[in-house]
């Protein structure tokens, strides 16, 4: 299930410079197992429980998250097979999915993906979707820098790359502000609703990464 949802961040614009950053950390290989859980700000980022998934279901179905993703499970059950499988691409390296839990909640109001486009693990993709009571809060963006950086020193990525729709004004704003780079327009590349909708695909590099987001987050 790939997500790249309507969440609200305000765009800042990206640096650019011909500098040569210090190399990333080895990869890890015990998220496998189970993830880390990361902080980002006061919000707890976790692996997902089969018990999130009446939480997931209440925070992304709702018409506004689901306007530009791809169709979430469409019921509660559904969200349960989804967790099952995150734990089974997870325990074969090829997939991360985080939840989003906030400050004082026990219960997971958004999620954020990365998937392997490669063997390797080296290329990725990662998508994203935040239950509409928290866009506009910071929520979104401190949780994205920080599983951003454990993509990169962790996991071990070189290259993650994004798609939001043209239209997706507000998730498109948000990956500019983490620093992404626009690298061209896929057209009538995602259907939605019975149309074809252009894409941007978004590109960050561990590299640029490392230089630009010194200490993104923290893992416990």
């Known amino acids: 299930m790939s997500m790249t949802s309507d969440c609200t961040v305000a765009a ?25 859980v990361l902080r980002a700000g006061t919000a707890t980022l976790r692996q997902l429980e089969v018990s999130d998934a009446a939480s997931l279901f209440e925070a992304l179905t709702r018409e506004e998250v689901t306007r530009f993703i791809s ?19 997870q325990s074969q390296g090829r997939y991360v999915c985080y939840g989003i839990v906030p400050e004082g909640e026990e219960r997971v109001v958004g999620i954020i993906q990365v998937r392997q486009l490669d063997g390797s693990f080296t290329n990725a993709e990662w998508g994203f979707a935040l ?7 910071g929520l979104f963006h401190k949780s994205a820098l920080v599983v951003i950086n454990f993509a990169f020193e962790q996991v071990g990525v070189h290259r993650l790359e994004a798609r939001a729709a043209v239209a997706n004004g507000r998730g498109n ?6 620093g992404a780079t626009p690298e061209g327009i896929l057209r009538r ?16 590099v561990a590299t640029d990464w490392v ?6 987050g923290h893992v416990h």
Do not use: C, M, N
């Open 12 to 36: 800042a614009p990206r640096t650019e410079s011909i500098v040569t950053a210090p190399a990333p950390s080895a990869p890890a290989a015990d998220w496998r197992g189970h993830l880390p």
């Open 71 to 89: 169709p979430p499970p469409a019921t509660i059950e559904g969200f349960e097979r989804f967790i099952a499988w995150t734990h089974h691409e």
């Open 131 to 137: 239950g509409s009571d928290y866009w506009g809060t």
């Open 173 to 178: 704003a948000a990956l500019r502000k983490l």
């Open 189 to 204: 590349s995602f259907l939605r609703y019975g149309e074809y909708l252009d894409q941007v695909l978004w590109g960050l």
């Open 211 to 216: 230089y630009f987001q010194p200490g993104a």
